[in-house]
């Protein structure tokens, strides 16, 4: 072991709310946090913005309804479908088309990687392009004056008194602390709670690396989605066949290699075989691993299958599963919490649920909705001056749907 000496860091400053990671999930967060007053800073370790969604490729919102022909999340994530179509840059199925099992329908739908799970029928579910994501996100921000820090790491806090102090970071610049009221941990992984000694779980899984191709020829096609792009498919490459532990950077390295490996010569089959690709290029590939799980945080109330349709009266999101109809799960804000830290709330991905939950709560739409129920509930937290676990969630709900969420209930 080698003892690295205690040291003075410089202090950035003191925000309201801070924001740890800007994938779907910590963008809704310091939105809705920045949208109720709070002054909102937000950290990003890579140079974009929007983690899988956006770098990771995954350019489907599943799914945004029921199943059963009702949308369940709306406010942020429904916002960003709004400006994402006024730019031409998204692809969705219109409301009176949801839960149709109409074979060309569902054809036409499962073209564009919208339609999933059994019987087959079509969802509220969104095909967008990253770019325009990510500058509806920039734009967004700025608006709301979030203060967006690229480039920067999160590297660990500082307790007192049962809360995060201190947050560490680190970039070209060096350590440097931020001392913020409230802390949203929205980095996926939960470097966060696990820093603040917050429980949780982790598991190891198989990467996924998607990539796009250029200059395909139309006619049928194997298992590609249509982008918006004409001659342009998505091709949902995994996942690999070994499972690796998604926060070590030596399993990582390898899954990128091996990934990228596979990719390309699942291209190369592509190209030998099918005629629409014969004149094909690939054009990019995503530039985050696809990771479907890691660490999720086991905190005040871990969301399970058998909660399934059931209410909670601290709900504060709702989301329907992608590949299956009818099964809706209200998400208690107790799943955002944990009793080891006072001020701090987590979104996205790395929320408290079983794995089986994961699969519907670690949707894009979902994660959006938790982010923004997060960045809300610590805004309200910070101005009231107030611990998480001990704010007015009645207060966070009234703030949600006033903002045009869907908190259940
Ligand atoms: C193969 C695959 C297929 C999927 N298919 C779909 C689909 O079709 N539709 C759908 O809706 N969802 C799908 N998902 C799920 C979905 O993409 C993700 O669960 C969701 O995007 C997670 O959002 P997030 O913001 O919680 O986390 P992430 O997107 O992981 O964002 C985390 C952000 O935090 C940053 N970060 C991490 N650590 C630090 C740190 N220490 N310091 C600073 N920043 C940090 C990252 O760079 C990133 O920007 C899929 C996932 C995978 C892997």
Same mark, same amino acid.
């Given at each position: 072991?080698?003892?690295?000496?205690?040291?003075?860091?410089?202090?950035?400053?003191r925000?309201?709310?801070?924001?740890?990671?800007?994938?779907a999930?910590?963008?809704? /967060?310091?939105?809705?946090? !920045?949208?109720?007053?709070?002054? $909102?800073?937000?950290? #990003?370790?890579?140079?974009?913005?929007?983690?899988?969604?956006?770098?990771? +490729?995954?350019?489907?919102?599943?799914?945004?309804?029921?199943? /059963?022909?009702?949308?369940?999340v709306?406010?942020?994530?429904?916002?960003?479908?709004?400006? +994402?179509?006024a730019?031409?840059?998204?692809?969705f199925?219109?409301?009176?088309?949801?839960n149709s099992?109409?074979?060309?329908?569902?054809?036409?739908?499962?073209?564009?990687?919208?339609?999933?799970?059994?019987p087959?029928?079509?969802?509220?579910?969104?095909?967008?392009? %990253?770019?325009?994501?990510?500058?509806?996100?920039i734009?967004?921000?700025?608006?709301s004056?979030?203060? +967006?820090?690229?480039?920067?790491?999160?590297?660990?806090?500082?307790l007192?008194?049962?809360?995060?102090?201190?947050?560490?970071?680190?970039?070209?610049?060096?350590?440097?602390?931020?001392?913020p009221?409230a802390?949203?941990?929205?980095?996926?992984?939960?470097d966060?709670?696990?820093?603040?000694?917050?429980d949780?779980e982790?598991?190891?899984?198989?990467?996924?690396?998607?990539?796009?191709?250029?200059?395909v020829?139309?006619?049928?096609?194997?298992?590609?989605?249509?982008?918006?792009?004409?001659?342009?498919? +998505?091709?949902p490459?995994? %996942?690999?066949? #070994?499972?690796?532990?998604?926060?070590?950077?030596?399993?990582? $390295?390898?899954? #990128?290699?091996?990934?990228?490996?596979?990719?390309?010569? @699942?291209?190369?089959?592509?190209? @030998?075989?099918?005629?629409?690709?014969?004149?094909?290029?690939?054009?990019?590939?995503? *530039?985050?691993?696809?990771?479907? #799980?890691s660490? *999720?945080?086991?905190g005040?109330?871990?969301?399970?299958?058998?909660?399934?349709?059931?209410?909670?009266?601290? @709900?504060?999101?709702?989301?329907?599963?992608? =590949?299956?109809r009818?099964?809706?799960?209200?998400? %208690?804000?107790?799943?955002?919490?944990t009793?080891?830290?006072?001020?701090?709330?987590?979104?996205?991905?790395?929320i408290?649920? $079983?794995?089986?939950?994961?699969?519907?709560?670690?949707?894009?739409p979902?994660?959006? /909705?938790?982010g923004?129920?997060?960045? =809300?509930?610590?805004?309200?937290? !910070?101005?009231?001056?107030t611990?998480?676990? $001990?704010?007015?969630?009645?207060?966070?709900?009234?703030?949600?749907?006033?903002a045009?969420?869907?908190?259940?209930?």
């Open positions: 072991m080698w003892h690295e000496p205690a040291r003075e860091v410089p202090v950035l400053g925000p309201d709310v801070l924001v740890v990671g800007a994938g999930a910590g963008v809704a /967060a310091a939105l809705a946090a !920045a949208r109720r007053g709070a002054d $909102t800073w937000l950290i #990003e370790r890579s140079s974009s913005i929007g983690g899988l969604a956006t770098v990771g +490729l995954i350019n489907l919102l599943l799914t945004l309804d029921d199943g /059963a022909g009702h949308q369940v709306a406010g942020l994530c429904q916002e960003f479908v709004d400006r +994402l179509a730019l031409g840059r998204c692809r199925p219109p409301k009176e088309q949801w099992e109409d074979a060309e329908l569902v054809a036409r739908w499962r073209g564009s990687g919208l339609v999933w799970g059994a087959e029928s079509v969802r509220y579910s969104v095909a967008f392009d %990253p770019d325009a994501f990510v500058d509806v996100a734009a967004a921000l700025r608006h004056r979030v203060r +967006l820090r690229m480039h920067t790491s999160f590297a660990g806090v500082g007192a008194d049962g809360a995060i102090a201190a947050v560490l970071v680190e970039s070209k610049k060096g350590r440097e602390a931020i001392l009221r802390v949203v941990d929205a980095s996926g992984d939960g966060v709670f696990v820093a603040a000694g917050a949780y982790q598991v190891k899984i198989p990467p996924h690396l998607w990539f796009r191709v250029g200059g020829d139309g006619g049928p096609r194997g298992f590609v989605f249509d982008t918006l792009d004409p001659g342009r498919v +998505l091709v490459w995994g %996942p690999h066949a #070994e499972r690796v532990d998604p926060c070590d950077p030596d399993d990582l $390295t390898r899954a #990128e290699l091996a990934c990228r490996e596979g990719a390309a010569a @699942a291209f190369a089959d592509l190209r @030998a075989s099918d005629p629409a690709f014969a004149r094909a290029w690939l054009d990019d590939y995503a *530039r985050m691993l696809g990771i479907t #799980e660490r *999720r945080l086991v005040d109330h871990v969301l399970t299958k058998e909660e399934g349709d059931f209410r909670f009266a601290d @709900a504060i999101a709702r989301t329907g599963h992608w =590949t299956k009818g099964v809706v799960y209200e998400i %208690p804000y107790r799943c955002l919490t009793p080891a830290v006072a001020n701090l709330l987590v979104a996205g991905r790395c408290s649920t $079983t794995r089986y939950v994961h699969q519907a709560t670690k949707e894009i979902a994660a959006m /909705a938790t923004e129920a997060a960045g =809300t509930a610590a805004a309200i937290a !910070a101005a009231a001056g611990g998480v676990r $001990t704010v007015d969630v009645d207060e966070v709900r009234v703030a949600l749907r006033a045009g969420a869907d908190v259940g209930g």
